[in-house]
């Protein structure tokens, strides 16, 4: 399970600084779902090679009423999610009452809590930091945020504090494809979960391994084996807490990571928000597969319907390697075919490619449509293999494989896709050069 590191601290200590140092983020995920009503951000990093999933809980200040004492509730409601908790103090501006507020919500929490003391730049490192062992928090460490000093160290040992996943794939084989089906509140995720899973054909084998968040349901359609990652909960016991907030968004990213094949789900009354649109832009970062289901497709009119689809024409190119089906999983229309297309999804997503067919389709690609030059010397791209799957990377040589330009590979990832009939998966294209 995609570990999770909470940020929490007063504004202005350094926590988005630090958020986008680990993320590398473009655009972090930014969380404003109904329900949610401080925005929160999400972001992925990778750390020798792990990945992690960041949240920037926004400040709390501690004198907060009304509304923004809901908010700082909800705030410190991400810790509950996370792991580990970088909690955030400034060097600079020394203790302050809010520090020692949040020290003691953060002391009953029970997490792993990494009290980081930031912005030590310019200031007596250990003066700054004996005002902070007052908090009574164990590992206190010294960092700057924004030159990055400290962050390694502290990465390390966060890193070997975590439960190492072991990919067993002979295990992940036998429990069949693991389909997560996320997508926003009210969009019909519990239906359809009740629905594929209700289907005559289905025998649904047990409902164990209850993580913390999703659970996973192992069952055989058709003689196949599956695993749904149902984010909804709804084979739950249902208690108060949870009708209360049932959607998570570290519980839908996390269910992405550990997909086979992540089915989307939308609200074709609705048409496409934003929300839908971060997912799949952390499903593609990802690099799962993905089938897009536009769901309540019943009672839509033919205008409705029109407008619908030229919408999604029009917004999801960036990610028109998904099918997409509209359905109503109230009545189980469509819901045979989006099997058929999370099958396929699979097949192209695991697919074993061989160096052999890989080189030709790559020595055709550039005999149709030869690489630039560069600086009078043409680009040579010789040979190609598989460098992983479940998305497929593949791998091209080549010289001055450094300057290829990104129209030219989107040329060749598109002649890849189509002569290697990869649907409904991302693929990643790696250039080495043999210069
Ligand atoms: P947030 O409100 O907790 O997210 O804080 P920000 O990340 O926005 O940082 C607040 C201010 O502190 C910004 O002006 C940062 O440039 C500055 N800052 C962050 N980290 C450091 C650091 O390590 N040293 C110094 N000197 N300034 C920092
Ligand atoms: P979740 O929050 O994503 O799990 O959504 P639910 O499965 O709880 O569905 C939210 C609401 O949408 C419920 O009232 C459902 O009955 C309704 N709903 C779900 N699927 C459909 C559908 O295909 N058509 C219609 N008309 N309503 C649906």
């Known amino acids: 399970m995609l570990p999770v590191i909470a940020l929490v601290g007063r504004p202005n200590v350094g926590k988005s600084t630090l958020f986008n140092r680990l993320t590398k983020s473009r655009d972090a995920l930014v969380a404003n ?28 200040t501690g004198e907060e009423v009304g509304i923004d004492e809901e908010m700082a509730k909800q705030s410190l409601a991400a810790v509950e999610e996370a792991d580990v908790v970088f909690f955030l103090v400034d060097a600079r501006a020394g203790l ?68 190492v996943e072991e990919e067993d794939e002979e295990l992940d084989a036998a429990r069949g494809i693991k389909i997560g089906i996320v997508g926003r509140p009210n969009v019909g995720k519990s239906t359809l979960v009740n629905r594929m899973l209700g289907e005559e054909r289905v025998i649904v084998y047990d409902m164990p391994g209850t993580t913390r968040d999703s659970i ?53 009354h609705e048409g496409i928000v934003d929300q839908d649109l971060h997912i799949m832009g952390y499903v593609l970062d990802s690099g799962r597969a993905l089938v897009i289901g ?11 319907r029109e407008s619908v689809r030229s919408e999604l024409d029009r917004r999801l190119t960036f990610i028109d ?24 999804a699979y097949t192209s997503a695991t697919r074993r490619l061989v160096t052999n067919e890989l080189t030709q389709v ?26 992983g799957h479940n998305p497929p990377v593949i791998v091209v040589h080549g010289n001055q494989t450094g300057k290829v330009p990104a129209s030219y590979k989107r040329y060749l990832e598109k002649v890849f896709r189509r002569e290697l009939g990869l649907v409904g998966t991302p693929i990643r294209m790696e250039f080495k050069s043999s210069e």
Not at 35 to 52: F, N
Not at 370 to 387: D, E, S, V, W
């Open 33 to 60: 779902f109904e329900g949610l009503t401080r925005d929160r951000k999400y972001g992925e990093a990778t750390y020798d090679g792990r990945r992690l999933l960041l949240i920037d809980t926004g400040g709390i």
């Open 96 to 163: 302050t009452g809010v520090d020692e507020v949040l020290a003691r919500h953060l002391r009953t929490s029970n997490k792993k809590t990494y009290l980081l003391v930031n912005k030590v730049d310019g200031v007596n490192i250990d003066i700054a930091l004996a005002d902070f062992y007052a908090l009574g928090l164990e590992k206190v460490c010294p960092i700057t945020a924004s030159q990055g000093h400290g962050v390694r160290s502290l990465m390390e040992e966060v890193l070997s504090g975590l439960p």
């Open 216 to 268: 996973y349901i192992d069952y055989q359609r058709d003689g196949k084996d599956y695993t749904i990652i149902d984010t909804a909960g709804v084979r739950r016991r249902k208690n108060v807490r949870e009708t209360v907030e049932k959607f998570s968004i570290v519980k839908t990213l996390q269910a992405i990571d550990d997909a086979n094949v992540v089915v989307l789900l939308m609200d074709a």
């Open 294 to 304: 536009v769901n309540k497709w019943d009672g839509m009119t033919a205008d409705e």
């Open 321 to 344: 390697f998904a099918e997409i089906h509209f359905i109503s999983a109230l009545h189980g229309t469509g819901v045979g075919h989006l099997y058929e297309s999370v099958e396929k």
């Open 362 to 387: 790559l020595e055709g690609a550039v005999f149709d449509h030869q690489p630039p030059m560069i600086n009078g010397r043409r680009i040579k791209l010789r040979y190609a293999h598989a460098g």
